[in-house]
């Protein structure tokens, strides 16, 4: 593999920009982390892999540092070592935190040192978040441990980090479990704890994976005002160059668990060294849809789809009754065959509520859906059966919907065992094999589970169990969000395949615009559970009438165009009530 050419990152602090990195106390310019010559191997002998090797780079105080590459490169696993979180595994190399090599140093030292000094934002927050405590009192159990706050001022300052990170209504989603929230809700959470004691370091694996275009903003916002603050430096783990381009003074570029370039990221993006970066580069979204058969049938239809929860009072008055919360408000729609419909909004807005209620698995939903031209509350169990492998759905979160104690191949073959239970053990294992194939894996995963694999890599896994049924429906809630963009290429290509092969019909859920364009016919916008606009994808994204449609597309296009990241007035990007 060819070594990474280091190019040298000016870090004078100009007194005129707030936003240059600033030096943290007693720092004469040298790194705050040195990573020499960094190898991490899993197994011995023969099975022995070598998941990083030979990574070289430093970080500064105040610098803001990305590393990027596919799912499986090493990123995640460069980052983890780096606070001694890898299990099983061997280290060489040296990680220089402070003067202070963190391979060698004690069990005892490290835990003083992780989350104080060095903090990590995970991929995954519904599986890093205990399940059985608010995120308030997490939050709190943090500032107390580290900063010895008292449970009044603890509660205080984790009301403030969750407004400041994007959470409405905060006080009130204190006392939330981490279950009551939405994808995004639970990653701003995680933000928040891992801010609660001002570290000087952030690792920050994928920290806007399930955030919508406006809270990725407002979250690159925020990190950055904290470095002018405190001189915190940020490492930014993540697949999405658009976020790369608009946050990072400087970039590398993961391949294989080699890193093989690094240097300024304007330097990079316009000028990139190794043909691996410019494939990174050239990885965008296309539009290839094609237009709909004039006469083709209306497959899924929607009328009057509410979706109501009683939500408790504040105080006293929750002794004595509850409130209604309407999640999803009169939405209409119609799906045809061959047809598809984006779904966008911030987090929050009802898109993945609404995906469950036309799957049938919201109670308490209210409304008509009719599927193949019958209503799914009037069809008996037994043909209720058979309509659910035709209408089929890939979840949000991966590992959530993954069992941990089957394999790959029990995984993705499960549905094809209760729905098609006449075919041979061969027939199976092949059937398995081409459907993971198709989504970019081969026979190798066979025997493997869940946890052995990246997100993105999880999320391949999720949809090859789905299309391995051939659906005439599918509802796809989030389902390119954990993928780095060549892959999230591939599976848009291979569901644009799929799509005019079988004339399969799409519910796509995504806050990425990007993807809408590039996937849909039509798209919904979503606001507080109401429909806010609709209409043919190219019209509504091309030229938005309504106000909140116009908000998505300008955080949207700063987030995707603008490298200086200007800054955005308060109340331009504010979130709205969920």
């Given amino acids: 593999m060819q070594q990474a050419t280091q190019v040298t990152l000016a870090t004078q602090a100009s007194a005129n920009d707030p936003m240059q990195p600033v030096q943290a106390k007693g720092d004469a310019g040298g790194p705050l982390m040195c990573i020499e010559r960094l190898s991490v191997t899993f197994g011995h002998g023969e099975d022995a892999t070598r998941a990083v090797r030979d990574v070289s780079f430093d970080l500064r105080a105040g610098e803001r540092f990305a590393l990027v590459g596919e799912s499986g490169s090493g990123k995640t696993v460069t980052a983890l070592a780096m606070l001694r979180l890898v299990d099983d595994a061997r280290y060489q190399g040296s990680v220089r935190f402070e003067g202070r090599d963190l391979l060698k140093v004690s069990e005892r030292e490290m835990r003083g040192i992780r989350g104080a000094d060095i903090a990590m934002i995970f991929q995954e927050p519904m599986t890093a978040l205990n399940p059985l405590y608010t995120i308030g009192n997490q939050i709190v159990e943090t500032l107390a441990l ?79 005002d904290l470095q002018a603050e405190f001189g915190m430096a940020v490492m930014l783990i993540t697949h999405d160059l658009n976020l790369v381009r608009a946050f990072a003074q400087r970039v590398g570029v993961m391949e294989k668990g080699v890193l093989v370039e690094v240097g300024e990221t304007a330097s990079v993006f316009a000028a990139p060294q190794h043909p691996y970066t410019r494939k990174l580069i050239d990885s965008r979204p296309r539009r290839e849809v094609l237009p709909l058969v004039p006469l083709a049938p209306v497959l899924l239809e929607a009328r009057g789809l509410c979706v109501n929860y009683a939500r408790k009072r504040r105080g006293l008055a929750g002794w004595f009754g509850r409130d209604q919360f309407a999640a999803v408000k009169d939405v209409n729609f119609s799906l045809r065959e061959g047809e598809t419909i984006g779904i966008v909004g911030e987090s929050g807005s009802g898109k993945t509520t609404l995906a469950h209620a036309v799957l049938n698995l919201q109670r308490r939903s209210a409304g008509d859906i009719q599927f193949l031209g019958k209503s799914l509350d009037e069809v008996s169990r037994r043909e209720r059966s058979t309509l659910r492998s035709r209408l089929q759905v890939v979840f949000q979160d991966p590992f959530g919907s993954l069992s941990p104690r089957m394999t790959i191949e029990q995984i993705v073959g499960e549905g094809l065992a209760l729905h098609q239970p006449g075919l041979s053990r061969d027939a199976m294992r092949q059937r398995v094999t081409e459907a993971l194939r198709e989504v970019g894996m081969d026979r190798t995963a066979l025997g493997r589970y869940p946890h052995e694999f990246s997100g993105g890599q999880r999320q391949r896994v999720a949809i090859a169990r789905v299309l391995i049924l051939k659906p005439q429906v599918l509802v796809l809630d989030e389902p390119t969000s954990a993928l780095d963009v060549s892959i999230q290429q591939q599976v848009l290509a291979l569901l644009t395949q799929l799509q005019r092969k079988y004339n399969l019909s799409y519910l796509f859920i995504s806050h990425d615009l990007a993807v809408i364009r590039a996937m849909a016919h039509r798209v919904i916008v979503m606001k507080s559970g109401e429909v806010v606009e609709a209409g043919d994808t190219e019209t509504v994204l091309g030229a938005p009438q309504h106000a909140y449609t116009r908000k998505l597309m300008i955080a949207a296009e700063i987030g995707a165009s603008d490298p200086t990241l200007p800054q955005i007035g308060a109340g331009a990007l504010r979130v709205s009530p969920d």
């Fill in 146 to 224: 580290h900063e010895g706050l008292d449970r009044r001022a603890a509660r205080e300052r984790a009301i403030a980090l969750l407004e400041r990170t994007g959470i409405s209504d905060a006080a009130h989603r204190f006392d939330s479990f981490p279950h009551q929230l939405s994808g995004g809700q639970r990653q701003r959470a995680m933000i928040a704890m891992a801010l609660a004691c001002r570290p000087k370091l952030l690792l920050a694996d994928e920290p806007t994976t399930a955030l919508d275009v406006t809270i990725r903003v407002q979250i690159l916002e925020l990190l950055r």
